[in-house]
């Protein structure tokens, strides 16, 4: 399960799909894709960053915001079968613990992660 899903991508032909997403409630936007420019296949700039061969070029990544699944889906192409779900569909996943030191950097930055197990 992932929510206020951000997904940051070198290339714009990456696929995903299957996911199950559950959205903050009253987060300002729940789904965010960083990728190159449309028009752009890959930007491996991000990569070269710190590998003291001098500055690296600037990355051309660009942050899409989106409030739900179906705007998501419909403006990356991304997800279109995945769907909502709530913690009720886990069986022994507790709720994140903002007071919890291993979960609190996520739950500050809106984003979580959990595997379903089926």
């Given at each position: ?43 491996y ?29 419909r403006?990356?192409?991304?997800d ?15 709720r ?18 959990c595997?379903?197990?089926?």
């Open positions: 399960m992932k929510t206020a899903a951000l997904r940051t991508l070198l290339l714009t032909y990456t696929s995903s799909d299957y996911n199950g997403f559950r959205p903050n409630p009253g987060a300002p936007y729940s789904f965010a894709w960083n990728s190159p420019p449309w028009a752009t296949a890959a930007d700039a991000p990569l070269l960053r710190g590998r003291g061969a001098g500055p690296a070029p600037a990355s051309s990544l660009e942050t899409r915001k989106y409030r739900t699944l179906e705007e998501y889906s403006a990356t192409r991304q279109q079968h995945s769907v909502l779900v709530d913690y009720d569909v886990f069986m022994n996943v507790p994140l613990d903002a007071q919890d030191v291993a979960t609190a950097a996520l739950r500050a930055a809106g984003l979580t992660h595997e379903r197990r089926l």
